[in-house]
């Protein structure tokens, strides 16, 4: 799992820690049945404290991205497949809410559209 923290970004470091696990989880990244690293090693790896990464990993487990076995580890939570009628739902709510933060600071819907294509093509 890749995580590069921004200390510029005025994004709290736990946070930029549970956003690259979402990330990873989505796009599986982070297998469903591969285990995270473990509070202190992550922290070890990323130069933080290990309650940094105990906030992130708590965040995570409360909102149902993970879940830690007593003895083995912390897994990610298998996540349900959405639906193809609901898809769109799902999709259009993701949509808006990218391009409401986006007007905050003055980009337009069209330019969030670009910005998704050009990252699904540096994917490639």
């Known amino acids: 799992m890749r995580i590069n923290l921004d200390y510029d970004r005025g ?3 736990y946070r930029q820690i549970y956003e690259a696990v979402v990330v990873g989880l989505s796009t599986e990244e982070l297998p469903p ?3 995270l690293p473990t509070i202190h090693t992550l922290a070890s790896q990323l130069r933080v404290n290990p309650n940094t990464v105990a906030r992130a990993y708590r965040d995570l487990e409360r909102d149902g991205y993970i879940r830690g076995q007593r003895g083995r580890g912390t ?3 298998p996540r349900p497949k959405v639906q193809d009628d ?3 739902t799902v ?3 993701v ?3 990218a391009v409401t933060e986006a007007a905050r600071h003055g980009i337009t819907a069209r330019q969030v559209a ?3 294509r ?3 093509d540096d994917e490639k």
Request: hydrophobic share 45%; glycine share 0%; proline share 8%.
């Open 11 to 13: 994004v709290p470091v």
């Open 33 to 35: 049945d591969e285990q």
């Open 75 to 77: 897994f990610p939570v």
């Open 86 to 88: 609901a898809r769109d």
């Open 91 to 93: 999709l259009r709510a």
């Open 95 to 97: 949509f808006d809410q």
């Open 114 to 116: 670009d910005y998704f």
């Open 118 to 120: 050009k990252a699904v």
